[in-house]
């Protein structure tokens, strides 16, 4: 199963953006998620990206953001525009085989100051 690395993550005031990048060790044949969880609360769907590049997004994030793909550079991103702080998690990318396993990588760290 390709493995797959979150990055792009920090620290950002309320209303500005972030862009990060989930990076595959190959190439990607399948949609891709992104994920979220924030301290003390359950990991949620955030976005999803077919292979076909049809999109999903949570509503609350819609409008907002925007996932897309390069399978060029084995690479998915999800820009992240008019941040709130409520967006503070730590942020996952998986596929849907990944995510019925359990199968999680480190996620990275988005905080959204106010």
């Known amino acids: 199963q390709v493995q797959l690395v979150e990055s792009g993550g920090g620290l950002v005031q309320a209303g500005g953006s972030m862009r990060l990048s989930c990076v595959a060790s190959g190439t990607i044949s399948q949609g891709i998620n992104w994920y979220r969880q924030a301290p003390g609360k359950e990991r949620e769907f955030v976005a999803s990206i077919s292979r076909t590049g049809d999109t999903n997004y949570k509503e609350s994030v819609k409008g907002r953001w925007t996932i897309s793909r390069d399978d060029a550079k084995n690479t998915v991103y999800l820009q992240m525009d008019s941040l709130k702080p409520e967006d503070t998690a730590a942020y996952y990318c998986?596929?849907?085989?990944?995510?019925?396993?359990?199968?999680w990588g480190q996620g990275i760290q988005v905080t959204v100051s106010s």
């Open positions: 998986n596929t849907a085989i990944g995510v019925l396993k359990a199968s």
